[in-house]
Nanobody, 120 residues
Framework: QVQLVESGGGLVQAGKSLRLSCTAS???????????MAWYRQAPGKPRELVAS???????NYEDSLKGRFTISRNNAKNAIYLQMNSLTPEDTAVYYC???????????WGQGTQVTVSS
């Protein structure tokens, strides 16, 4: 099965930026069968929400409220996706999770998450 590892989270002041990375690993067969990938986030006591997704071909989609501040990108050669987060606010504080859809039935794979904390 594909494994996902996130990195780049941390503590940052409001108005600043962070760049998250997610790298997929596994067998060549499994890596080659990754379809769409996405970033989700979950704040304490709140449901997990989609932040942005990106197709294998690099076409992005964003949650409307985040469009313009966050940018998702993909590097298939590195088996990675990224999330550039600008103008961060305390409301962006959450655990950010990487997600991948794998195979014919789009089996969902999750990373363990990376904590983003934005101070006021």
């Amino acid at each position: 099965q594909v494994q996902l590892v996130e990195s780049g989270g941390g503590l940052v002041q409001a108005g600043k930026s962070l760049r998250l990375s997610c790298t997929a690993s596994g067998s060549i067969f499994r890596i080659n069968n990754i379809n769409d990938m996405a970033w989700y986030r979950q704040a304490p006591g709140k449901p997990r929400e989609l932040v942005a997704s990106i197709t294998r071909g690099g076409s992005p989609n964003y949650e409307d409220s985040l469009k313009g501040r966050f940018t998702i990108s993909r590097n298939n050669a590195k088996n990675a996706i990224y999330l550039q987060m600008n103008s961060l606010t305390p409301e962006d504080t959450a655990v950010y999770y990487c997600n991948a859809k794998v195979g014919i039935v789009d089996h969902s794979i999750w990373g363990q998450g990376t904590q983003v904390t934005v101070s006021s």
